[in-house]
């Protein structure tokens, strides 16, 4: 239960701040921060377990059949990250309490954070790739909020939207290349994928997936050529910037090249594609990253160059490149949030992030200037803090590199990470000297500018002690969590590697000296370096993608345009011929249409019967202008087709049906006393010959479909429900027993729908008000009084045998014909005559019912049913029986799918009342009463 509280803790805490906002930011923050404060507990005491190299699974199935289960794993990777999610979480929501001004939502913020938090822990907890996926796509929604946060600026709403729309795309690729590598497997299990990784590589359909997979990651982490999205991401709140860079979102996607390592690694395939994407990505970032002159902006480009580093490393696959990635990722995650955080301070406290006027800092804010400093030192790479060791390791496994493709040319990575290395000194030199010295500040808004509260610098002095403190003492602080982390990423112990502050004159440490010699030049040297950047061309990747999004938005208005026309026959002929067409092609190859099954001698009831359904259709057809008429013919075709399924032994679908066609054909009533009685004809005469055509062709076709079918022999799956329906759901109706058991998912999914289409359609109707008829079409008017006297007394008496019939129904459906469906039907008959008979507000006032509360009653009840067969350790929506005995009464079964009946019972009445009363309603001017 570990596993699952620690998702569930953030997603459940997103409540506490806005219930607790209105008694200040303190309380908010605190009560904010009791969700990671409590998982940290939770984690940290799963760690002696972790580090010894134990995998911790939580299992709860879902859709076993589907392979889409609830299952979380908890090894060294995951805790990596989790510890990371939820302790800079923890300091993000401290460093937000001052932050944010009191004039805005706080509560709406934390509560928007804990949301990321949980999707970020859901992703690097899942054991279940569907499930990963359903977080994943959970972490882009929540980062566009927490983006868009500050929704009144437009560079936050168009930020927010291409963050949504880059990684929202790369999430489409990555499901397609999940569901591709889960069918491979036959299991959506990490466990299972992560143990056929030689037999996924050596598929044919393996570029494939792997284009796939690394398109969401590539996306998801800003690597090129997709990095145009992170930079505009930083018109969010510092808070939001520094947790997204350092620990959630963006390391999203290096975790899952690290989770899949094992499957992934080791082609041709991912050597090309992940290890140039990761040199592109570190050495454009690096070289943006030194000409910006926002301070935020500077250190987007910055998260870039690193998140590219650690791709870098992802794709060299030497022996200990894993290591160093997994390495970076720690020491990333501590000086790059530290440096947002301060960063945030600076433009709290002067009002701007302009590098250009922010000079001099260390004379206002010296204790902020020398966290930032050593933070800046870190990411540089300096000697004694974190960032230098696994540069260092990262300069090494780019000498240890040797590959078949690169030939004598495997000199060109590490001179390219070099050279990175010399640009990351650049900027962040730039960063200490242009902010803290270089002169006086310029034009402040605030001035002068001051350090900030005390406690908002307590989250910068935990951070930049980590960087020390790993720097220095690295065995200690971090080599346990290093290991537990590479073992896991790499599915066995990883080679021998030493974290040594001291490893000798070698290779590594001279790159290391030309890096901070060369980035020192380059600073040194950067007035003409601005001078040709500013030679550039300008271009806005927001501008451009923004064009973009209208061109793709002008091209479906155009084939929108032709392909729709707002003509409902237009869309009916172009789907029954698409129909056609696909049927054709389907029964063309076949040698003979007819098949070896003897057919069924038709008797004279049963041919009578069609001959009036096919007479009573084509009238409806000729008819169709008299509405009324044609209304009444068409319902007799409905009571044929119930009679129909009668004739063939299918009583449960002769109830459903015939409850439909009375609830139909009162909805269509309802709708006709707003309309004229007769239509005129507009259809054109060529209009007239393609319908007929079509009609023609499409009962043609699937009268052939038909035959072809029936005369041929088949292979039901009945006989399973016919064998399993008793043992294996408690009921002697098997069609019932299907739609509460076997297949309850899928009537879980309608009666959802179905209430979903009940409250859209009251929506639409609450506050309509249309004109009421006064005369009938012969212009003869209205009786005064709206409501027949006679049905309003036949009604009254007839609604608790209605309700009674219903309750049989219902109450037998698990054995015979009947169910929660019909029997919901049936009372929202009984009810809506009511309506018909003495009016809503006669109703309304005597039988004060929420139906918009029914319908949603209905589908939690189904749902928490199917949420309790966990509690027993069985699938979701499993149900259990059993046979009980009391004085007089007898023995008699109870099932707990009658309680998912129960809940299909309320939604069928409270979505099909809020349409029919709600339609009904519109015929009463003085129905002052809001039905609900």
Request: contains cysteine; charged residues 10%.
């Amino acid at each position: 239960m570990t596993l699952a509280l620690l998702i569930a803790l953030p997603l459940l805490g997103t409540l506490l701040p806005l219930v607790t906002e209105r008694y200040g930011r303190s309380l908010c923050a605190a009560a904010t921060a009791l969700a990671p404060l409590i998982g940290l507990g939770l984690l940290l005491g799963e760690r002696s377990r972790v580090f010894g190299g134990e995998v911790l699974r939580l299992k709860w199935e879902w859709l076993p059949s589907l392979g889409l289960n609830f299952s979380l794993r908890l090894d060294g990777l995951a805790f990596l990250f989790a510890l990371l999610i939820l302790g800079i979480g923890l300091l993000v929501i401290l460093y937000a309490r001052y932050y944010l001004s009191k004039q805005e939502a706080a509560g709406r913020f934390y509560a928007f954070l804990l949301l990321f938090m949980g999707a970020m822990l859901g992703v690097v907890l899942s054991e279940n790739l569907l499930l990963m996926m359903v977080f994943w796509e959970l972490t882009s929604l929540s980062s566009f909020l927490l983006i868009g946060f500050w929704g009144h600026r437009s560079d936050a709403r168009r930020g927010a939207r291409m963050a949504l729309t880059v990684t929202g795309a790369g999430g489409l690729a990555l499901l397609a290349g999940v569901l591709l590598l889960g069918h491979l497997v036959g299991s959506f299990e990490l466990s299972e994928v992560l143990a056929a990784g030689h037999f996924i590589r050596n598929h044919e359909l393996y570029p494939l997936v792997l284009c796939l997979i690394l398109l969401g990651v590539f996306t998801k982490s800003a690597q090129f050529p997709f990095h145009f999205w992170l930079p505009h991401a930083m018109a969010a709140p510092t808070p939001v910037s520094a947790y997204l860079h350092s620990a959630t979102m963006v390391k999203a996607g290096v975790f899952l090249l690290a989770r899949l390592y094992p499957v992934l690694s080791g082609s041709d395939w991912w050597f090309y594609i992940v290890s140039l994407a990761g040199l592109a990505t570190l050495l454009v970032g690096a070289l943006m990253a030194l000409f910006q002159h926002d301070l935020k902006g500077l250190l987007a480009f910055s998260t870039i160059s690193h998140l590219g580093l650690i791709t870098l490393l992802f794709g060299l696959d030497t022996p200990l490149a894993a290591v160093a990635a997994i390495f970076h990722i720690i020491n990333h995650a501590t000086f790059k949030a530290s440096l947002f955080m301060a960063a945030g301070i600076i433009d709290h406290e002067t009002g701007s992030r302009d590098m250009r006027r922010i000079n001099g800092m260390w004379k206002y804010m010296p204790h902020t200037a020398a966290l930032a400093m050593v933070a800046s030192s870190a990411m540089a790479g300096v000697p004694l803090l974190n960032g230098f060791l696994s540069k260092e390791m990262f300069f090494g496994e780019t000498l240890a590199f040797e590959h078949h493709l690169l030939g004598s040319f495997y000199w060109l990575i590490p001179a390219a990470a070099t050279l990175a290395a010399v640009f990351s000194v650049a900027y962040s030199l730039r960063f200490i000297h242009d902010v803290f010295f270089n002169g006086e500040p310029v034009n402040l808004p605030k001035y002068p500018p001051h350090e900030p509260p005390r406690y908002m610098k307590v989250p910068v002095e935990i951070l930049v002690f980590l960087c020390v403190l790993v720097g220095v003492l690295p065995g200690l602080s971090v080599a346990g969590l290093l290991h537990a982390a590479a073992t896991a990423t790499l599915g066995a112990t990883p080679p021998v590697y030493s974290l040594s502050i001291w490893h000798g004159f070698n290779l590594p440490l001279l790159m290391s000296v030309i890096a901070l010699l060369g980035g020192i030049l380059v600073y040194a040297c950067r007035r003409p370096l601005f001078h040709w950047y500013a030679g550039l061309p300008d271009m806005d990747a927001k501008a451009v993608f923004e064009m973009a999004v209208r061109q793709v938005v002008a091209l479906a208005v155009r084939l929108t345009s032709a392909l729709e026309n707002g003509s409902l026959q237009r869309y009916l002929a172009l789907m029954l011929i698409a129909a056609l067409v696909a049927v054709v092609v389907g029964i063309w190859d076949l040698p003979t249409l007819a098949g070896t099954v003897a057919q069924t001698p038709p008797d004279l009831v049963t041919a009578l019967g069609l001959v009036l359904l096919c007479v009573m259709a084509l009238l409806s057809v000729a008819l169709h202008r008299q509405r009324l008429v044609a209304l009444v013919m068409l319902s007799v075709v409905g009571l044929l087709v119930s009679l129909a399924f009668v004739r063939f032994s299918a009583p449960d679908l002769a109830l459903t049906q015939l409850s439909v066609e009375v609830v139909t054909v009162i909805l269509l009533m309802l709708a006709l006393y707003f309309l004229p009685a007769q239509t005129p004809s507009e259809t054109s005469s060529l209009r007239s010959l393609r319908d007929f055509v079509l009609a023609l062709a499409g009962g043609g076709v699937m009268a052939l479909l038909t035959f072809a079918v029936l005369t041929r022999p088949y292979h039901s799956i009945a006989g399973f429900f016919l064998d399993n329906s008793v043992p294996g759901g408690g009921g002697t109706n098997v069609v019932n027993v299907i739609l509460v058991d076997f297949r309850g998912f899928d009537t879980l999914g309608e009666i959802s729908v179905l209430a979903l289409a009940g409250l859209g359609i009251f929506a639409l109707l609450q506050g309509m008000r249309l004109p009421t008829p006064t005369e009938d079409p012969l212009g003869r008017p209205w009786a005064r009084d709206g409501h027949s006297l006679i049905l309003a007394m036949l009604s009254r008496v007839l609604l608790p045998l209605a309700l009674l019939v219903s309750v049989f129904i219902f109450l037998r459906g698990h054995n015979l014909p009947g169910g929660g469906f019909i029997a919901g039907l049936i009372t929202a008959v009984a009810l809506i005559l009511q309506y018909i008979a003495s009016g809503a507000s006669w109703i309304h006032a005597r039988l004060p019912l929420d139906y918009r509360s029914m319908a949603g009653a209905g589908v939690l009840i189904a749902g928490l049913t199917g949420l309790g067969s966990w509690a027993f350790g069985y699938p979701f929506l499993t149900s259990s029986f059993g046979h009980f005995h009391l004085p007089l009464v007898g023995e008699f079964e109870l099932a707990t799918a009658m309680l998912f009946d129960l809940g299909v019972y309320l939604t069928v009445v409270g979505s099909t009342l809020l349409i029919l009363a709600n339609l009904g309603r519109l015929t009463r001017h003085d129905d002052a009463k809001e039905l609900h």
